[in-house]
C-alpha cells in the first residue's frame, strides 16, 4: 500500500511538471491538490504502524484479566470488578492492567487469608 501511494505521487508530480510546461495553471493546481492528499495519507500510514508498534512495546507491561486473576490468585471477575482500582484500562474491549501495580498487590496481599469457604481434606 504504502509504495502503491509513493508511485502514484511521483506519478502526479510528473503530470504537474507537464501541466506547468503547458501553462495549464488550473490543472497544475489540481494535481498539487491530489498529490497533497497522498502526502498526507502517506503519512497518517505512518503514524499508525508507529502507533501500533507502540501499543505492542506498551503491551509487554500489562497484564490481561487472566493472566493478573492468576497472579493475584483470585477468580477474573473479581479483577474486572477491582479494574479502578488496579488501575486498569480498557483497549479495543479487553481491560489491562499494569504489571507494576498487579505485583503490588499481589505483595500487598500475599499473607491475607482468602474469603468463602475453607477446603476440608
Known amino acids: 500500500m504504502r509504495s502503491y501511494i509513493i508511485e502514484k505521487i511521483e506519478h502526479y508530480k510528473e503530470e504537474l511538471l507537464q501541466a506547468l510546461d503547458r501553462n495549464d495553471y488550473l490543472s497544475a493546481i489540481k494535481l498539487r491538490a491530489v ?51 488496579l488501575h486498569g484500562q480498557k483497549i479495543s474491549g479487553r481491560w489491562y492492567y499494569p504489571k507494576k501495580v498487579i505485583d503490588e498487590e499481589k505483595i500487598r496481599t500475599q499473607g491475607r487469608k482468602k474469603p468463602g469457604r475453607k477446603r476440608s481434606l
Open 35 to 85: 498529490q497533497k492528499e497522498l502526502e498526507e495519507l502517506l503519512s497518517v500510514l505512518d503514524e499508525q504502524k508507529d502507533a501500533l508498534h507502540d501499543a505492542e512495546n506498551d503491551l509487554q507491561n500489562y497484564y490481561t484479566t487472566i493472566e493478573a486473576a492468576k497472579v493475584l490468585g483470585v477468580h477474573p471477575s473479581s479483577v474486572t470488578r477491582r479494574a479502578a482500582s
